[in-house]
């Protein structure tokens, strides 16, 4: 079984409506992250967290947020989605113990925003 | 801020060639740099890390990548390419001792493999 997993892999919606993603983790890791891919741009981070009472925006954080509902699961929501946030969306994992702090990613849930 | 540059959005080459896949980055101290790969339909997976010691390391599938610290380049290669090899590579770079590894990746080198 996959170490992090991501719900649903792709979803098609219409704008204004609410989205949410999310992401499970079975690899123990503390830190949890959200970026978006868009062609050209590689990946840019939305919302990473610490542990369960640690949330922190990222660079692209408006239009966005996020729910720790435990250690291994990080959800992303978005209130009203819109056209431009038509994106890849992964969720990655890192364990603070870790020297060097190396990220772990889910497959990606391709969202489409009409 | 730190950022990451692959100057190559598209690079192809023959199968059994070599490959050289460019990243310079703008940090003011020692990073942490990663490799990642990503297959059509697939998430990132990691290729390879430096984060000190000997400057060319070794990682999975048959990869290398050389840190040049003067150059501020560590670019990643592969002897010969396999058709398997075709993805879209990512270059990215973390800092030292801070709270957390944040990433900035670069915008991606997408290859092609002609058989």
């Known amino acids: 079984d996959a170490d992090v997993t991501q719900t649903p892999r792709n979803r098609i919606t219409k704008t204004g409506k609410r989205i949410m993603l999310e992401c499970s983790q079975t690899?123990?890791?503390?830190?949890m992250y959200w970026y978006r891919q868009d062609p050209g741009l590689g990946l840019r981070l939305i919302y990473y967290?610490?542990?369960?009472?640690?949330?922190n925006k990222g660079e692209i954080s408006d239009g966005y947020s996020v729910s720790r509902q435990a250690q291994a699961k990080f959800s992303l929501s978005l209130e009203s989605a819109i056209p431009n946030q038509t994106a890849l969306y992964f969720c990655a994992t890192s364990d603070l113990r870790a020297r060097t702090d190396t990220q772990y990613f889910g497959p990606g849930t391709r969202l489409t925003v009409l | 801020a730190q950022s990451v540059t692959q100057p190559d959005i598209h690079i192809t080459v023959s199968e059994g060639a070599s490959l050289e896949l460019r990243c310079n980055y703008s940090?003011?101290?020692?990073?942490?740099l990663f490799w990642y790969v990503q297959s059509p339909g697939q998430g990132l997976q990691l290729l390879l890390k430096y984060f000190s010691g000997d400057t060319l390391v070794q990682g999975i599938k048959g990869f290398e990548a050389e840190f040049k610290r003067s150059q501020s380049s560590f670019n990643l290669r592969k002897p010969s390419v396999h058709w398997s090899d075709a993805a879209e590579y990512f270059c990215a770079v973390a800092r030292l001792g801070t709270s957390y590894g944040k990433l900035t990746f670069g915008q991606g080198t997408i290859l092609t493999v002609h058989p």
């Open positions: 690899k123990g890791h503390d830190r």
């Open positions: 967290s610490f542990d369960v009472k640690d949330i």
């Open positions: 940090y003011g101290a020692t990073p942490y």
